[in-house]
């Protein structure tokens, strides 16, 4: 069973804006953290904004002050909007989150991706 689906990626202009959206198909009460990673053509998945188990927000530091994370509690989303978009952006983002279990350890759960490409 797919449990984050994300959508909202396609083609955008530098310096224009696109915003990501993720279904959760898990509570958010059992989730411990939870965020987007992107991976560029040759280069390994990294993190972009994570929502970590204690609650706070990290950014990686290309995407300060560009991209904000936002999660609704009541729809089961999570969201990234994405500002002043650099062809370096460009990657397939995927949504992310992980659950403690007890007896199982941690679980990773991915959505499928979706492409977001920066051209002029």
């Known amino acids: 069973q797919v449990q984050l689906v994300e959508s909202g990626g396609g083609l955008v202009q530098p310096g224009g804006s696109l915003r990501l959206s993720c279904a959760v198909r898990?509570?958010?009460?059992?989730?411990?953290?939870m965020g987007w990673y992107r991976q560029a053509p040759g280069h390994e998945r990294e993190s972009v904004a994570l929502?970590?188990?204690?609650?706070?927000?990290n950014y990686a530091d290309s995407v300060k002050g560009r991209f904000t994370i936002s999660r609704d509690f009541a729809k089961n989303t999570m969201s990234l909007q994405m500002a002043s978009l650099k062809p370096e952006d460009t990657a397939v983002y995927y949504c992310?989150?992980?659950?403690?279990?007890?007896?199982?350890?941690?679980?990773?759960?991915w959505g499928q991706g979706t492409q977001v490409t920066v051209f002029s």
């Open positions: 929502f970590t188990g204690g609650g706070n927000i």
């Open positions: 992310h989150a992980d659950q403690l279990v007890s007896g199982q350890g941690r679980l990773d759960y």
């Open positions: 898990l509570s958010f009460f059992s989730i411990n953290t």
